[in-house]
């Protein structure tokens, strides 16, 4: 099986409030067992671990999300984790924070990366379902958040090298959900006590454009570094 890693559309389609593309679930399944995104007009939050494809949403409930559900962004892969890291002491977020920045071996790849384990806590965020082709800058101040004590959960996630912001999250993008698989969304932020960490490192990148009349005829004219910043963390 090829180490590749399948993005499905580029998140400045997102960033310009694009938010309907034709993508089913059941086509991500041929592109991996492991991913994240979200579904047509912002409707949840999703994440893929083990062949097993979930929705969050507004209120960070979890369902299983069918094959016919369509996704304007989601990045995918066939998790074959190579490397391994261990957290055995609790960290607030600045210091998790850090750990992150120091532990890949090359900044300049995208990696796949599961975390399971103990958190001291979670704040997770979801945005509320959208018809209206806002940019999602204007979006996530609607945002609903909720916080989370000591619980057992899992991050599902990849890093992006910081030169393709118009391609994908930069840096660390990280959905949580519980280790019952009930609850859950994007991670703002989180406190580990204990962690099981693998990671699988990519080579290669497919990404597939959007055909909607909306992407084709669009001019792109947003900062795309700037408005993920201010959406995504």
């Keep these: 099986m090829e180490n ?6 580029p998140i400045n389609a997102i960033l310009e409030g694009f938010h309907r593309d034709d993508i089913t679930i059941g086509s991500l399944r041929e592109k991996g067992d492991f991913g994240i995104g979200t579904f047509n007009h912002l409707d949840g939050e999703m994440i893929a671990m083990d062949g097993s494809f979930m929705r969050l949403d507004f209120d960070g409930n979890a369902r299983p999300a069918e094959s016919d559900w369509k996704t304007p962004y989601a990045v995918m892969c066939h998790f074959k984790p190579t490397l391994t890291e261990r957290i055995d002491a609790l960290m607030d977020f600045g210091k998790f924070s850090e750990y992150l920045k120091r532990m890949l071996p090359s900044d300049n790849m995208f990696y796949a990366i599961c975390m399971t384990g103990k958190f001291h806590s979670v704040d997770t965020r ?8 806002l940019p999602l800058a204007e979006v996530t101040p609607h945002q609903k958040v909720r916080h989370f004590k000591n619980i057992e959960g899992r991050l599902v996630g990849f890093y992006t090298p ?4 118009s391609v994908s999250v930069p840096g660390y993008h990280f959905h949580f959900i519980n280790s019952d698989f009930s609850e859950g969304g994007h991670l703002l932020s989180c406190a580990p006590e204990s962690l099981e960490i693998r990671m699988q490192v990519f080579f290669s990148l497919e990404l597939t454009l959007p055909k909607t009349l909306d992407y084709l005829t669009a001019s792109f004219v947003r900062d795309a570094r700037r408005d993920l910043e201010k959406a995504e963390r």
């Design 4 to 9: 590749k890693l399948y993005i499905s559309s």
């Design 126 to 133: 979801s945005v509320p379902k959208t018809e209206k082709n």
């Design 162 to 165: 910081p030169f393709v912001p």
